[in-house]
């Protein structure tokens, strides 16, 4: 099993920048794909993006793509999403899960484990 515990959320202004992590535990990291979803009040959980385990082929939503960045650092357990020139629309719980073998990484049903999220709140 893995546990994912977010960090880094928080209030920021339009324009502004911030930078999640996602801390994993308990299992073998490097033998997971990641994905950063999120969840708006009385909307879905959306795909914003993700990452193979060895750090290659990044994908994401087309509304953050040259705004956002995925990384990861396998020696530290460790998942970031860079978040730059932030909108309000961006506001939501922003979730971390590891993905289980299969399936497309686009679909939050491919994961197998989730972290409990972070707030972020974009301000106009």
Known sequence: QVQLAESGGGLVQAGGSLRLSCLASGSTFSNYGMGWFRQAP????EFVAS???SGDSPLYRDSVKGRFTISRDN?????????????????AVYYCGAKRVGGTYYSARNYGYWG?????????
């Open 51 to 53: 990452i193979t385990w």
């Open 75 to 91: 020696a530290k357990n460790t998942v970031y999403l860079q978040m730059n020139s932030l909108k309000p629309e961006d506001t």
């Open 42 to 45: 009385g909307k879905e959980r």
């Open 116 to 124: 409990q999220g972070t707030q972020v709140t974009v301000s106009s």
